[in-house]
C-alpha cells in the first residue's frame, strides 16, 4: 500500500474494500496521514457497531410478541407536551418484522437532519401509520396528560391495518381493546415506539414551521412553541394567538394581565 497515496487510501478506507489484514499493514505506515486516516475508520467501524448492538437490543419487545404470535405490533409515541402552543400529537406505527434502520432512537436524540430522513425511509417501508393531534382548545379543556393519551387512541384509531399488539411509550390506553406492553422510555428501548417518536415529532414541527408563517413573531419554526426568549418576547409585543394553550403559564398570566382573549393583535 506504500505506492497508494494518503487520498487514495482514504477513499479505499471509506468504501470499505480493504481487508482487514490490509488494515493492519496500513498501522505499520510511517506517514501521519495514513496513520490519521486508520483511526478515524476504525472508530467509525466502532460506532457503527454500537448502533447495531444499540438497534438489535430495541427489538427484543417486538421479537418477544412475534414469537407469541403477533404480527402488527404499533409502537405509540407522543410530542409535544411542554409547549406553549400548537398541539399535542401521537403517532401509531406498524413496522414490518424485517425492518432495519440502524441509529433509529429516541426522536430528540436525533438532529433535524437525521429524523426527516428517518421520516422518510419509516413512512415508505412501515405497513401502515396513523397520526393523532388534539388542538390547543382540547388541551385547555382534558389537560394535558389526558389529551396525550387522547392523541394516542385517536393516533391507533387512524392506522389502515389493525394491530393485535401495542408497544406504548410510559402511559396505559385503557380505551384500547389490545394487548399492550407499556415501556418507560419506550422511544429508547423498543424500535416501533422510536419510530412513531420520529414520525410525530417530524409531523408536528411541519404543523408549527406551517404556523410561524401566519404568526411569524412567535419564531415557531425555530422553537416549536416551547417558552424560549424570542417566544415569550412575541407573546409580550403581540399577545396570544388561537394557537396558545390558556392554561399554560405563562400564557395563562399573560390572559389575567389582559393580553388578549386568544386572538392576535395584528
Do not use: W
Not at 83 to 111: C, H, M, Q, R
Amino acid at each position: 500500500m506504500k505506492n497508494q497515496s494518503i487520498t487514495e487510501i482514504k477513499q479505499m478506507l471509506d468504501q470499505g474494500i480493504l481487508s482487514d489484514e490490509t488494515i493492519e499493514q496500513l498501522k505499520l505506515d510511517s506517514r501521519k496521514g495514513v496513520q490519521q486516516a486508520v483511526r478515524s475508520y476504525q472508530n467509525k467501524q466502532a460506532k457503527q457497531a454500537l448502533l447495531i448492538k444499540q438497534f438489535q437490543a430495541m427489538r427484543k419487545y417486538e421479537e418477544k410478541n412475534y414469537l407469541n404470535g403477533k404480527q402488527f405490533i404499533a409502537g405509540i409515541d407522543e410530542v409535544g407536551r411542554g409547549p406553549l402552543a400548537g398541539p399535542v400529537v401521537a403517532a401509531a406505527v406498524i413496522l414490518p418484522e424485517n425492518f432495519t434502520l440502524i441509529g433509529l432512537t429516541d426522536s430528540k436524540k436525533l438532529t433535524v437532519k437525521q429524523r426527516e430522513a428517518y421520516a422518510e425511509i419509516i413512512k415508505q417501508q412501515a405497513v401502515a401509520i396513523g397520526i393523532g393531534e388534539i388542538s390547543p382548545q382540547l388541551i385547555d379543556e382534558l389537560n394535558i396528560y389526558q389529551a396525550s393519551i387522547l392523541a394516542m387512541e385517536r393516533a391507533v384509531d387512524q392506522l389502515t391495518v389493525q394491530p393485535d399488539h401495542l408497544l406504548i411509550d410510559a402511559v396505559e390506553l385503557p380505551n384500547l381493546a389490545y394487548s399492550s406492553d407499556v415501556i418507560i422510555k419506550g422511544d429508547q428501548k423498543s424500535i416501533s415506539i422510536a419510530a412513531a417518536s420520529v414520525i410525530a415529532k417530524v409531523h408536528r414541527d411541519q404543523m408549527m414551521a406551517e404556523l410561524h408563517r401566519t404568526y411569524p413573531y412567535y419564531q415557531f419554526d425555530q422553537n416549536q412553541g416551547y417558552g424560549t426568549k424570542g417566544h415569550l418576547q412575541g407573546l409580550e409585543e403581540h399577545g396570544i394567538t388561537p394557537f396558545h394553550r390558556k392554561s399554560f403559564a405563562p400564557v395563562k398570566d399573560k390572559l389575567k394581565g389582559g393580553g388578549g382573549d386568544g386572538t392576535t393583535l395584528f
